[in-house]
T-cell receptor
Framework: EAGVTQFPSHSVIEKGQTVTLRCDPI?????LYWYRRVMGKEIKFLLH????????ESGMPNNRFLAERTGGTYSTLKVQPAELEDSGVYFC????????????FGPGTRLTVL | DAKTTQPNSMESNEEEPVHLPCNHS???????IHWYRQLPSQGPEYVIH???SNVNNRMASLAIAEDRKSSTLILHRATLRDAAVYYC?????????????FGAGTRLAVHP
């Protein structure tokens, strides 16, 4: 069974540009989470989807970040416009909706904003 | 969200047992204790979880104190592949999901 995949693995952009990160969860996993680690900091929760609905957006840093999960399958995280402090590794995770759900993480997308 | 306290780093020799401690004195009755680890250049990986009783799986064992204010992840025979950052996380599970609040974790070095 394929794990969580993320694309691209690396992205280097200029400040002010737009970047879109993609996450494909494990098939059948209705929960999808985004996390990120910015330089020198801990991994932080960004948001959580159940199918196509946003359940918790409490970790989204500001309105430059937009997450979508149309159709309840893959998800995208758009950063527009990107700022220097957005540099870091963005992780996606998915899990089933059961009483306890182990989260399966993707390898992450390393974003560098110059 | 409840906080956990872990040592910054630990070292072990290959094939020896490793006991990774975690303090969580403010744990609530509905909080599960989760352990994840992050190998170099990879995303976090689930290790084990528990609520009140000790737990064993193919990767590790989790020993939970009777008052639940601390726990210990036990790797029975460390291998070089176990070198990673280990995160102890508290999270309640409701509605079939839980968000993970990561701390700094414990960086485990395993020596041949």
């Amino acid at each position: 069974e394929a794990g969580v995949t993320q694309f691209p693995s690396h992205s280097v952009i200029e400040k002010g540009q737009t970047v879109t990160l993609r996450c494909d969860p494990i098939s059948g996993h209705d929960n999808l989470y985004w996390y990120r680690r910015v330089m020198g900091k801990e991994i932080k929760f960004l948001l959580h989807f159940v199918k196509e609905s946003k359940q918790d957006e409490s970790g989204m840093p500001n309105n430059r970040f937009l997450a979508e999960r149309t159709g309840g399958t893959y998800s995208t995280l758009k950063v527009q416009p990107a700022e220097l402090e957005d540099s870091g590794v963005y992780f996606c995770a998915s899990s089933q909706v059961v009483s306890y759900n182990e989260q399966f993480f993707g390898p992450g997308t390393r974003l560098t904003v110059l | 969200d409840a906080k956990t306290t872990q040592p910054n780093s630990m070292e072990s020799n290959e094939e020896e047992p490793v006991h990774l401690p975690c303090n969580h004195s403010t744990i609530s009755g509905t909080d599960y204790i989760h352990w994840y680890r992050q190998l170099p250049s990879q995303g976090p990986e689930y290790v084990i979880h528990g609520l009140t009783s000790n737990v064993n799986n193919r990767m590790a064992s989790l020993a939970i104190a009777e008052d639940r204010k601390s726990s210990t992840l036990i790797l029975h025979r460390a291998t070089l592949r176990d070198a990673a950052v280990y995160y102890c996380i508290l999270s309640s599970v409701s509605g079939g999901y839980n968000k993970l609040i990561f701390g700094a974790g414990t960086r485990l070095a395993v020596h041949p």
